[in-house]
C-alpha cells in the first residue's frame, strides 16, 4: 500500500507491507517524492531516502 502524507510541509511517500492477517510495517520512506516513469503496469518514483545515517536520492 502506498501513501502520501505532508509532514512539516513535505511530501512523504510510504510503502507499506498489506497483507491480511499479516502485517511487516513500513517498508520504505521517500521524501519529496515525484513520478518518475509510467508505462504499462509498472509506476517508478524518485525521493530522498535516509540510508544509514546519509540521504541518498533513490529511484
Known amino acids: 500500500m502506498l ?3 505532508t509532514i512539516e510541509g513535505r511530501l512523504q ?3 507499506w507491507e498489506s497483507v ?3 502485517a511487516t510495517g513500513q ?3 521517500l521524501w519529496r517524492p ?3 516513469a509510467c508505462a ?3 509506476i517508478s518514483f524518485a ?3 535516509r540510508v544509514g545515517g546519509r540521504w541518498c536520492y533513490q529511484v
Do not use: C, I, K, Q
Open 34 to 36: 515525484e513520478l518518475a
Open 40 to 42: 504499462f503496469d509498472t
Open 3 to 5: 501513501t502520501l502524507r
Open 13 to 15: 511517500l510510504g510503502l
Open 47 to 49: 525521493g530522498v531516502e
Open 27 to 29: 517498508l520504505g520512506l
Open 20 to 22: 491480511p492477517g499479516y
